[in-house]
T-cell receptor
């Protein structure tokens, strides 16, 4: 079974600064997908960024980028130029690339990020 | 805009009184999921439908049932809610099941269930 660990329950950052959220995972799979989801207060969860394990290049989406270290099983999220609207719970998630449970997302416990003005 | 809609957003029920939560989607996705998310915890998958095929997670209590009358709608039925069932219930959809690109899950805003 896969596990996803987010070791930072809460973080804060000043507006316009950069913050990095940590995520580690454990799996015996070689092919898988990693995700960061954002859940703002009282709003729906949305996909921020996605990484395919077989791709060495780190995914980027505008101000969001990841540092994917496959050997270390690490998948951190960097938010540049933080904005007040980035305040949310951030979940790291894992999904196998094949097999009978390849639909199943395993989530970490989340990191609550607060962006301060 | 194509989206996942959940009604109601807030639901209050009494201990032991059956309750139904609703999810609809305009994405025309094949798969619909139900998650339970307790306060400050990660979402936990209860079950999913691939088209009309129902798939229950092994640790989902029998108290939780689901119906999918058509592609667009999926319901979560809690037959006898207990205090421990108070949570946010999230509906999600995806085009397919396979772990390839394009099968990301799209989430609805959730229904917060309170059990008195």
């Amino acid at each position: 079974a896969q596990t996803v660990t987010q070791s930072q329950p809460e973080m804060s950052v000043q507006e316009a600064e950069t913050v990095t959220l940590s995520c580690t995972y454990d799996t015996s799979e070689n092919n898988y997908y990693l995700f960061w989801y954002k859940q703002p207060p009282s709003r729906q969860m949305i996909l921020v960024i996605r990484q395919e394990a077989y791709k060495q290049q780190n995914a980027t989406e505008n101000r969001f980028s990841v540092n994917f270290q496959k050997a270390a099983k690490s998948f951190s999220l960097k938010i540049s130029d933080s904005q007040l609207g980035d305040t949310a719970m951030y979940f790291c998630a894992f999904r196998p690339g094949s097999g009978g449970s390849n639909y199943k997302l395993t989530f970490g416990k989340g990191t609550l990020l607060t962006v301060n003005p | 805009d194509a989206m996942v809609i959940q009604n109601p957003r807030y639901q209050v029920t009494q201990f032991g009184k059956p309750v139904t939560l609703s999810c609809s989607q305009t994405l025309n996705h094949n798969v619909m999921y139900w998650y339970q998310q307790k306060s400050s915890q990660a979402p936990k998958l209860l079950f999913h439908y691939y088209d009309k095929d129902f798939n229950n997670e092994a640790d989902t209590p029998d108290n939780f049932q689901s119906r999918r009358p058509n592609t667009s709608f999926c319901f979560l039925d809690i037959r006898s809610p207990g205090l421990g069932d108070a949570a946010m219930y999230l509906c999600a959809t995806s085009r397919g099941l396979a772990g390839t690109g394009g099968n990301e899950q799209f989430f609805g805003p959730g229904t917060r269930l309170t059990v008195l």
